[in-house]
């Protein structure tokens, strides 16, 4: 059936024919010219965002780099050093820069999402190690980290089992090191951190004691099996002196106040928001419901006074501090 302007293209004008086949060309041209702007542009990032892992989230955790699968990082272990940490926040600054002016027009939308979440991960972690420190504040960060660095090589099969734990000896020879740093690095935290830690101790230890040489039980080389029980009996009395030095040194310590700012926690919330978008799939409509919410609730509480506040919280602070058992 014929069109408006004809059975033809070109209708009633056939002289027209060619000026829209060239106005189609030329759109067509465009749209091809724009998908390969934004996949030139997200191979872009995508090189950026690499350079970041591998420049900085595996170069100084390299625990993560093994999680994520690249072994290459299996012999390593961060020192957790002041020193160390100062030069990790210097190159997040860096990337923060370079990400910050990656311009996110001309990328796809789910790059682009990516561009944000990548920002938000490294001003959180530049809060974490500038504002927050757990560092300066938790012990626990030192043992448990110790842990956590040999369990992701022995909790996977994807090599031979001495293969790993030629990885697992590299290691425990830098964990006598990360000890090292945390009597350096710690200086007043919270009575609780250091009781938490000193509860875990133990199990930590027996977890070096017992669970990683079962790990290894199908190793038969008896001179890779002598270095291993050296280096991790080494690892077990390493965590006793800490264990120790924690009792002796660091739980008497006075303390100082201890309080996270409002402004702290906000910008923690802001670094994450996108990765609980990402993961929840909450759209930004529900996270603004869940704000409002949330300011309704508050706007519900009694007004107090700042002298009933205080009342408020001492007698909940009697109620709630740990002491030590007689």
């Known amino acids: 059936m014929p069109g408006p302007y004809g059975d033809k293209m070109g209708g009633d004008f056939p002289e027209c024919y060619p000026f829209i086949m060239r106005i189609r060309h030329m759109a067509l041209l465009l749209g091809s010219a724009a998908a390969c702007l934004a996949q030139s542009r997200d191979a872009m ?7 970041y892992f ?21 012999p390593l272990l961060g020192s957790g050093s002041r020193s160390e940490i100062q030069a990790e926040i210097g190159a997040l600054r860096g990337f923060e820069a370079e990400v910050a002016a990656f311009d996110p027009r001309g990328l796809s939308a789910f790059v682009a ?10 001003r959180g972690q530049l809060l974490e190690l500038e504002t927050i420190r757990p560092w300066e504040k938790n012990p626990d960060l030192y043992s448990s980290g110790a842990a956590g660095a040999i369990f992701v090589i022995m909790s996977r099969n994807y090599a031979p089992p001495a293969e ?18 945390a009597r350096e690095n710690l200086s007043n935290p919270p009575r ?6 000193l509860e875990q ?4 230890a027996g977890f070096f004691q017992n669970d990683v040489p079962a790990a290894f039980k199908q190793v038969t080389e008896q001179a890779l099996l002598a270095e291993f029980h050296q280096t991790n009996q080494a690892v077990i009395e390493a965590l006793q002196a800490y264990q120790e030095w924690m009792k002796k040194d660091l739980l008497p310590r006075p303390r100082a106040i201890f309080a996270s700012a409002p402004k702290t926690i906000a910008r923690s919330c802001c670094t994450t928001k996108w990765w609980i978008r990402r993961s929840t799939g909450c759209s930004p409509s529900d ?11 508050a706007g519900s509480r009694p007004k107090s006074t700042p002298n009933e506040r205080r009342s408020r919280f001492s007698k909940s602070s009697k109620a709630t501090t740990r002491r030590p058992a007689s």
């Open 45 to 51: 990032f995508d090189k950026l965002a690499d350079r």
């Open 54 to 74: 591998n420049e900085v989230v595996f170069r100084y955790s390299p625990e993560a780099g093994t999680q994520a699968g690249f072994h290459q990082y299996d």
């Open 113 to 122: 999402a990516d561009r944000e979440l990548l920002l938000s991960q490294i």
């Open 164 to 181: 790993r734990l030629k990885s697992v000896i590299a290691r425990e020879r830098l964990i006598l090191r990360l000890f090292q740093s």
């Open 192 to 197: 609780v951190y250091t009781e938490v830690a």
């Open 201 to 204: 101790v133990p199990g930590i």
């Open 287 to 297: 996270m603004r419901t869940c704000a409002t919410t949330r300011s309704g609730f």
